[in-house]
């Protein structure tokens, strides 16, 4: 679960008044309760809220945040996250964002041949380890091939914010590789198909 994050801002206008709606957002009679109209349908961070009248009609929504808290979490790294961030961001906008338009169709076709039962889990998995393996590139620095890789993100990221060579070099591979590898995972999947 990714709880909306929400807190004072230092510097703030008026940090008492901030204080006190963070306080009704967070409270189980107040902001919490919102959370569970039908027409938002977000899932509440404070349990209390489903002792509420509102909270009681919303047993789907307690049972969810009942899985999340056995669930336990999952340990953050900030320092490591400020040192790979701009990589992630842009790797994810050239390969999914940008191209987009030629991912969405073939997922489409994957799901529907095996909803309809004309491929088998099996090749199903293929066909999504296909779609989602990390991209190989020229690395504009070494100019050697590469994939993404966490290490490669921290050691790229600060020449993705300052360099626009760079960028625009991984930029235009990344998104180009992304559609290749989608055209392909999309012939791999007619060839299953028989067609």
Do not use: C
């Not at 306080?23 to 107040?30: D, H, I």
């Not at 569970?36 to 349908?41: C, E, F, T």
């Not at 969810?64 to 336990?72: C, I, K, N």
Request: proline share 6%; charged share 20%; no cysteine.
């Amino acid at each position: 679960m990714n709880a909306d994050p929400i807190a004072v801002l230092k510097g703030a206008s008026h940090p008492r008044e901030a204080a006190v709606f963070v306080a009704w957002v967070l409270n189980e009679m107040g902001g919490q309760v919102v959370w569970l109209d039908p027409n938002i349908n977000r899932l509440p961070i404070n349990p209390k809220v489903f002792e509420t009248p509102e909270g009681a009609k919303r047993p789907d929504l307690r049972k969810a945040l009942e899985g999340v808290q056995r669930g336990g979490g999952i340990e953050f790294n900030e320092t490591l996250s400020s040192l790979w961030v701009t990589a992630v961001m842009y790797y994810f906008k050239a390969t999914l964002v940008d191209a987009h338009d030629d991912l969405q169709p073939v997922w489409a076709q994957i799901a529907k041949a095996y909803l309809e039962k004309r491929i088998t889990q099996e090749q199903f998995n293929k066909l999504v380890d296909s779609l989602t393996a990390p991209i190989t590139f020229t690395d504009p620095l070494t100019n050697t091939k590469t994939t993404f890789t966490l290490d490669y993100a921290v050691r790229i990221s600060r020449y993705l914010a300052q360099d626009p060579s760079v960028f625009q070099s991984l930029m235009n591979q990344w998104r180009e590789a992304a559609r290749a590898r989608y055209l392909s995972t999309q012939q791999l999947l007619k060839q299953m198909l028989g067609s």
